[in-house]
């Protein structure tokens, strides 16, 4: 059943993602103090803090005091690898048992799920030795997941041309009608990347499906036959990590921006590394790429597997690293993971304003630019409702000095 089709999932406690529930004192990256109500799964009312009480029934909501916390909108996960996360530290060949895909796939999930993504994007290798099951399991793990976070599926197989394709177009052709909702795959590791394209293009407008493909888009004449092939495709086409891009002449490399804005098509950027399907290292021209008019969202791609055994799936990390080392302005960098994220993701708009889905995180602190510096507290709330909590308490040790200021404690007042 589609997510958008589900029925609004219980809590533990009881509680329906149509209970209300007020955030109190929160500041908002204008400066103001705030109470938002949620309810129904978004945001009733935003009003100045202590200005909010009953919900639009005139039941008494339920109270979360956010003093102390900046109120954003929610991260999204736009490039992960649920199938193949958390195992840097096995030996021998990765196992895709069903059950062990479950359980890394479930933890990854909610790893991020802490950081603030409430919503994710897999993709999951079909065919060759995993045949369906990786994709299976990592279906099952959507549906657990249901009321916590949305995780949408990428069926990704190796090769679509040749005889050896028939197989894997038969395989994607499965995929999609076992649930995955978008077709994927990386067309650099077909012996024919352009007829891997217009597979992928043709199954993705049969099924009305959007279409995210892994190119390092070191290949100009390449990535200008995908950009004319993809224009106009509705619901669209991603293309991730693209670092190639940044490694071509600054005049190749805006030529070819160029295309890929003409064409409408979104580049999700990989700042914290790499990922398995990504032959070679580097991110993504942002900077170029957004000034010729590409809408670019950043993803945290590898999440402790071989191709990345320190990824940490943290979007607040992959926001700081496009501020630190790419130039992008903090609300630049955060609308990256956040609202271009979601739009690449084909999911609804937020904005902490009346209306709006309640999709979001509180983190420590008063403005974005710290928060994307040291952000280690966060509240996040996924349908209205609060899922994940991460408290931060740092102390230090008293000194040697026989007077002196007594040393602090990090406690709710005080941004971490």
Do not use: W
Request: proline share 6%; glycine share 12%.
């Amino acid at each position: 059943m589609p997510d958008s089709q589900q029925q609004p999932p219980h809590s533990p406690s009881g509680q329906t993602d149509t209970a209300a529930l007020l955030l109190c004192g929160a500041r908002l990256t204008d400066g103001r103090s705030v109470d938002v109500r949620l309810g129904g799964g978004r945001i009733e009312a935003v009003g100045t803090a202590g200005s909010l009480a009953a919900g639009a029934s005139g039941a008494l909501a339920a109270k979360v005091d956010l003093d102390g916390y900046l109120l954003l909108p929610a991260p999204a996960e736009a490039h992960a690898h649920s199938d193949t996360a958390l195992t840097a530290d096995g030996d021998g060949p990765l196992a895709y048992d069903d059950q062990e895909i479950q359980r890394r796939a479930t933890e990854a999930a909610l790893l991020q799920l802490g950081h603030g993504a409430t919503a994710l994007r897999s993709h999951v290798r079909v065919g060759d030795v995993q045949g369906l099951d990786a994709l299976a399991a990592v279906l099952q793990v959507r549906r657990s997941l249901r009321g916590l976070a949305e995780l949408a599926t990428v069926a990704m197989p190796r090769v679509l041309t040749g005889a050896a394709g028939a197989d894997g177009l038969a395989m994607l052709r499965d995929a999609l009608k076992m649930g995955a909702s978008v077709v994927g795959g990386c067309p650099d590791a077909d012996p024919d990347p352009t007829g891997y394209v217009e597979a992928v293009l043709e199954i993705a407008s049969e099924h009305g499906c959007p279409v995210d493909l892994h190119t390092d888009a070191a290949d100009p004449a390449r990535l200008a036959r995908l950009a004319a092939m993809a224009g106009g495709l509705r619901p669209g086409v991603t293309l991730g990590p693209c670092g190639g891009l940044g490694r071509l002449p600054a005049e190749v490399a805006s030529r070819a921006a160029d295309q890929l804005a003409a064409a409408g098509v979104t580049v999700v950027c990989l700042p914290q590394g790499g990922c398995g399907s990504a032959d070679r290292r580097g991110t993504a021209p942002v900077r170029l790429l957004r000034s010729a008019g590409v809408r670019v969202a950043a993803g945290s791609g590898a999440l402790r597997d071989v191709s990345n055994p320190v990824g940490r799936g943290d979007p607040l990390e992959a926001a700081y690293l496009l501020a630190s080392g790419y130039g992008l302005r903090p609300e630049d960098a955060y609308d990256a993971v956040s609202c271009t994220a979601r739009a690449a993701l084909g999911l609804p708009e937020v904005r902490v304003e009346a209306g709006f889905p309640a999709e979001l995180l509180a983190v420590r602190g008063d403005r974005l630019a710290g928060a994307l510096s040291l952000s280690y507290s966060r509240i996040v709330v996924h349908r209205g409702r609060v899922v994940a909590r991460t408290n931060a308490v740092r102390e230090y040790c008293n000194s040697e000095a026989a007077s002196g200021p007594e040393l602090p404690r990090q406690g709710r007042g005080e941004p971490s």
